[in-house]
């Protein structure tokens, strides 16, 4: 397993940007996928954006346009940059990664509120 570590969590008035980071213990180039998933108070957690080893991304529609995901090159951080934020974004943010099983950090919170 590979442990993640996020940081970048935070409050942001509407419209606000903010940017995620995850640290992993492993090269990011090493998992099958790395990214992201929310999960806002009583709902389940969903999928934001997702990595994959070749470079390949994918979003939910409720993100699309306004975060992007990405590996830095010294190959251990994938980042979630957002913008446009609003209250729906509101929720904690775990990275994610999977080989040959799923590894998940302990979460941010990140908060839209005017």
């Known amino acids: 397993q590979v442990q993640l570590v996020e940081s970048g969590g935070g409050l942001v008035q509407p419209g606000g940007s903010l940017r995620l980071s995850c640290a992993s213990s492993?090269?990011?180039?090493?998992?099958?996928?790395m990214g992201w998933y929310r999960q806002a108070p009583e709902k389940q957690r969903e999928l934001v954006a997702i990595i994959t080893r070749g470079g390949s991304t994918n979003y939910a529609d409720s993100v699309k346009g306004r975060f992007t995901v990405a590996r830095d090159n010294a190959r251990t951080r994938v980042y979630l940059q957002m913008h446009s934020l609003s209250l729906e974004d509101t929720a904690v943010y775990y990275c994610?990664?999977?080989?040959?099983?799923?590894?998940w950090g302990q979460g941010t919170q990140v908060t839209v509120s005017s």
């Open positions: 492993k090269s990011v180039f090493s998992m099958s996928r």
């Open positions: 994610y990664a999977y080989n040959y099983g799923d590894s």
